[in-house]
């Protein structure tokens, strides 16, 4: 399959698959003799694991290893497992940091309703901020 077929059938672009190839995400494909790439057709099933990885917020390079270690005949169960452990742990640490955020904001906001304008000093141009 050519890469634009491949690219429409997966939803993406042509430009998209030639950097997953350049950044090592899809082997270097055959070429045919007029110099076309020429995908297999279980390619896409390669596409949808990148896109399902970027959906659970892995990085390229994260996804990258799973399929290496994919690619050397191995189960990278255990090694997604760790991936999913360490996303789990970031994403509790952005909810916190988001609810830490969202208290300030709103601390600042309340103070906001309370002084008389006329009170603040110009130079520093608000108070609240």
Do not use: W
Not at 1 to 26: C, D, H, N, Q, W
Not at 36 to 54: H, M, S, T, V
Not at 78 to 95: G, K, M, P, S, Y
Request: aromatic residues 6%; hydrophobic residues 40%.
């Amino acid at each position: 399959m050519r890469i634009g077929e491949l690219a429409a059938a997966a939803g993406t672009s042509p430009k998209t698959l030639r950097f997953y190839e350049s950044v090592g995400l899809f082997p270097p494909p055959r070429r045919t003799l007029n110099g076309y790439r020429d995908y297999p057709e279980n390619a896409i099933y390669r596409l949808d694991f990148i896109r399902r990885g970027q959906s659970a917020g892995l990085s390229l390079v994260r996804i990258g290893e799973i399929l290496r270690i994919r690619d050397a005949g191995q189960a990278p169960c255990a090694h997604v497992d760790t991936l999913l452990a360490t996303r789990l742990d970031e994403i509790d640490q952005q909810i916190a940091d988001l609810l830490q955020l969202r208290q300030t904001v709103a601390d600042l906001q309340s103070a906001s309703r309370t002084v008389d304008p006329a009170t603040c000093q110009a130079e520093t141009i608000c108070r609240y901020l």
